[in-house]
């Protein structure tokens, strides 16, 4: 049986460079886990002494911390160095992008207009880089704009895990009460480019095996992706879960990846079907 | 019978300015005709002695110019300065926006998209002002859009007569494929303003009598709103054209009028229903 992986799988760019970069610095502490992968944290923790500290009262005065792809309010930040902790910064690049956006738009006197989820820390901190706090909005659906005091010159970013199509809904609403708009297309590919490479593989693939968290929205959206093209699509935590049957009579096994989920546990899964299949 | 006027009908802020402007410079002549309405541009001839020129070739030495709302290009300006005519600007403010922010958009970098009728005056001279012509496009459809040859960053205007909803499509379709855009909603309310106030005023008026050209597409659409809620609605381009017949019968008339009508043959229509009526 052939088995092939997605032509984009797994990790994105910013998540293995954090890893990298948290690889680097043995012994150091990372401030929130750096990605949502038990196994992956306890890698990092056997092999390199990686600590995590969920709050900020957690790091103690001689750690060096590491600040995870999301990025952290700019107080925070702030409070860290305060402390002299020695500070590794793996914030993603196309986080730091809107985070120098919001602050250069909210200082030339924008009105600044987030899409995203509040709660999401990617967004906590990217709205603490607006100087005028009050001047700051972040906003979900078109109809939550209509009653922002918002200026006449509005600058919009968004989260970078977003919907394209969705970022246009609310920059369509925008733009037809406002004098001008600036829109910085914040938006990452990453998700999308595992969903495509899916989908593709999907549809010449009698079997398909994506890899990830059961409870993770984006692992269960690749599956339900391959699904449409490949019956045979199951969903699997690593390589214990397969079941030999699954592979009885088929000839083509596509491998995909949720964006978290290490590239070791994905080898793992390819041994274990080459194995069944001998 | 009730006679009542639309809330806002006929001639727009910046034809009324561009009007008063002539009728303060007795003798000159405008660079294209100031108003598509024969009868307006006779009454300037008649008593202000105001002339029309077609073509640039066709303005003499010591004639005063104004320039008419839509604007003209730049180099053509230029020209007129050189020759040193006396030059009377009545572009409407709302067309010297998108002229200056395509001005200094180009100058700064910006790829400069226009959503408007490559043909059209107001666009001619909106797209002059671009510093870098081969970096300036006007598109009229989201799928134009493909093929230019646009920078990461973009600056966007409309033609002031456009539709918001469309103008919001280029604007999605451009945002999703470029890192900024900053759009500049130079549209115009003033058609619009007309429009719903014929529709609320048919929603009361059991004939509505809307004057205006019959080739003029606003004064047809004005028509065609007006018809949604009132069946008794009549376009005419003036008061000979009533027949008293519509009125049988009717205790409130309304009245709307195109953007090309100036107010006394409005009023001429009024006095001519109010005789009839007798």
Known sequence: ????????????????RAIEIAEEHKGSVTYGPL??????????????????????????????????????????????????????DATCPYVTTPQNIVEKMSDDGYSIVIFGDASHPEIKGVVSYAKYQDDAFIVLEPEELDDLPLRGKVAVVSQTTKKPEDFAKIVAALMLTRKEIR??????????????????????????V????????????????????????????????????WFDGKTFCGISAGASTPDWIVQNVIDSIQEMKQ
Chains 1, 2 share one sequence.
């Open 183 to 208: 829109v910085f297309n914040t938006i990452c590919n990453a998700t999308f480019e595992n969903q495509d490479a899916a989908a593709e593989l999907a549809k010449d693939a009698d079997v398909m």
């Open 35 to 88: 990605i949502h992968n038990k196994d992956e944290i306890n890698r990092l923790k056997v092999g390199f002494d990686i600590g995590l500290a969920e709050n900020l009262n957690d790091i103690q005065t001689d750690d060096a911390v590491v600040i995870r792809t999301h990025g952290i309010p700019k107080n925070e930040l702030e409070v860290l160095n305060t402390q002299d902790h020695k500070v590794i």
């Open 1 to 16: 049986m052939k088995i092939q992986l997605a032509s984009s799988y797994g990790f994105c760019f910013g998540v293995k």
């Open 210 to 245: 994506v890899i990830g968290g059961k409870h993770s929205s984006n692992t269960k959206q690749l599956h339900s992706i391959c699904q449409r093209d490949c019956a045979n699509s199951y969903l699997i935590e690593n390589e214990t879960e397969l079941d030999a049957s």
